[in-house]
């Protein structure tokens, strides 16, 4: 599996990066995890605008959705070669009425639906493309689930947003790699059920023991050296701070 980071910021995009979205790869198939504020042109630099063969949204706040409102005009106005057909989207209860109210003027309340095939995500296992998926409900204001995607016996898992929880721990297990939020600083936010630090991230990866561990969606007013420096001191394993761009082969 190829991981493209196409976003990372937390919270509303940085002067540097779109908000969270990753690509991954294999066999040809590709699997959008996430389009947050931005991520739709920062897309366009690594594929074809018409590329993506499903996608996977992890929560309905819109520094994890919105762009799909965007993406939306694209593929249901599209002129030359008409319209797209629709593309696989997996998302929590109400994701078709939630982009739809977000966009406020689509031609008719199944507009939505003609380009994107709306699959509800609960916890479970089931396949997207050559992807064997499996999805976990974690600690958050709204519906939110992360998972792990495993091709020929490797493994991915990404957390979403998340306060700590053992379901987290349990889903990341073994994984070659642990794309994992750090939104707050340890010491400085304590806000339960909501987002991880980074020294929690760095504990919730030794309990998990993890192969790599690669923090993201740190908000633009958070130092990510500290949340970095912190998940060190928690996980002796290889540790990183995602970057826009950046790809990793797992």
Same mark, same amino acid.
């Given at each position: ?77 599209? &002129?030359?070669? #008409? +319209?797209? /057909? ?12 939630? %982009? *739809? ?93 909501? &987002?991880?630090? #980074? +020294?929690? /991230? ?12 690669? %923090? *993201? ?34």
């Amino acid at each position: 599996m190829k991981l493209t980071v196409v976003g990372c910021s937390g919270s509303f995009p940085s002067a540097e990066s779109a908000c969270s979205s990753y690509l991954v790869e294999a066999d040809g198939f590709r699997l959008l995890l996430d389009m947050g504020n931005g991520a739709l042109g920062e897309l366009q630099r690594h594929i074809g605008l018409y590329d993506l063969d499903a996608i996977f949204l992890s929560h309905l706040h819109a520094d994890h959705c919105i762009d799909m409102c965007a993406y939306f005009v694209a593929r249901y106005y599209r &002129h030359e070669g #008409g +319209r797209c /057909a629709p593309i696989p989207v997996y998302g929590p209860e109400g994701t078709e009425q939630r %982009l *739809t109210t977000a966009y406020a003027d689509t031609p008719s309340a199944s507009s939505m639906s003609e380009v994107f095939d709306f699959h509800t995500v609960k916890p479970g296992s089931f396949d997207i493309g050559p992807f064997s998926v499996r999805t976990e409900k974690v600690c958050h204001p709204v519906e939110a689930y992360a998972i792990r995607v495993e091709h020929e016996g490797r493994s991915l898992t990404y957390s979403g947003d998340t306060g700590t929880c053992d379901v987290l721990d349990e889903l990341a297990a073994g994984s070659d790699l642990f794309l994992c939020e750090a939104a707050f600083t340890h010491g400085k936010e304590n806000i339960p059920d909501l &987002h991880l630090n #980074g +020294r929690e /991230a760095g504990e919730s990866a030794t309990r998990a023991g993890v192969g790599r561990l690669l %923090l *993201t969606h740190i908000p633009p007013w958070t130092d990510p050296q500290i949340n970095l420096a912190d998940a060190r001191a928690a996980y002796a394993g290889p540790t990183a701070l995602a970057a826009p761009g950046a790809t990793y082969e797992i």
